[in-house]
C-alpha cells in the first residue's frame, strides 16, 4: 500500500510541473518574434484573465508603447481592466543576445528572464499582483508567439507555490 501511495504522488507531482515546452523548440520556425523590433511603437492588446477552474474573471484593453535604443526597450503598458481599474507598468527590458533578455518593472520582484527563437518569446518572472488590498508574489509562466507582421498570441499561466492559480490569454495587434 505504501509503494501505491508513493507512486500515485509522484504522478500527481509530474502531471502538475507544468509544460516541457521550451523556447529552443521554436528555433527553426517562422516568422521570426524579435521582441524590440515587435514592440517597438503602437500595440493594442485584447485579453481576459481566468481563474485555476477556467472561469473568466476578468477582461481588458490595452495599448502598449515600445521605444528602442539598440540595447534597452522600454515599454509603457497601459491596462484598461473591465471593471474600471486602470493599471500602468514599464518594462525595461535588456537584449543580452540573440536569444536572452532580462527585464525589470516596478512591480516585478527582481529580474525576469526572457529567451527569444523562431516565433516565441518566453518571459518568466514575479509579479507584485494586488489581491483584496494586498500584494502578493504570482509567478509568471509568459509566452507570446507572432502570428504575422501584425498579431501575436500572449499565453501566460500564473502560479503560486508551484500551483497555477490563473492564466492570462492575450491578442497583440501592431498598428
Not at 28 to 43: A, H
Not at 124 to 147: C, N, R, S
Amino acid at each position: 500500500m505504501k509503494i501505491i501511495c508513493i507512486l500515485l504522488t509522484a504522478i500527481l507531482l509530474t502531471s502538475c510541473s507544468g509544460s516541457n515546452m521550451k523556447p529552443i523548440d521554436f528555433k527553426d520556425q517562422k516568422p521570426r518574434l524579435i521582441i524590440e523590433d515587435y514592440l517597438s511603437g503602437s500595440v493594442k492588446a485584447w485579453g481576459i484573465l481566468q481563474n485555476r477552474s477556467g472561469k473568466v474573471t476578468r477582461q481588458f484593453s490595452a495599448e502598449l508603447n515600445g521605444k528602442w535604443d539598440g540595447k534597452q526597450l522600454i515599454l509603457d503598458e497601459k491596462f484598461n481592466w473591465s471593471d474600471g481599474e486602470i493599471q500602468k507598468r514599464q518594462w525595461k527590458i535588456n537584449k543580452i543576445d540573440e536569444h536572452n533578455y532580462e527585464g525589470s518593472a516596478g512591480d516585478v520582484v527582481g529580474i525576469a528572464k526572457g529567451y527569444s527563437y523562431g516565433p516565441a518569446f518566453k518571459f518568466e518572472y514575479v509579479l507584485l499582483a494586488p489581491v483584496k488590498g494586498k500584494e502578493i508574489k504570482i509567478t509568471f509562466d509568459d509566452w507570446i508567439f507572432k502570428q504575422d507582421d501584425r498579431v501575436a498570441i500572449n499565453r501566460a499561466t500564473m502560479t503560486k507555490f508551484g500551483i497555477k492559480v490563473a492564466e492570462l490569454t492575450v491578442m497583440f495587434v501592431k498598428d
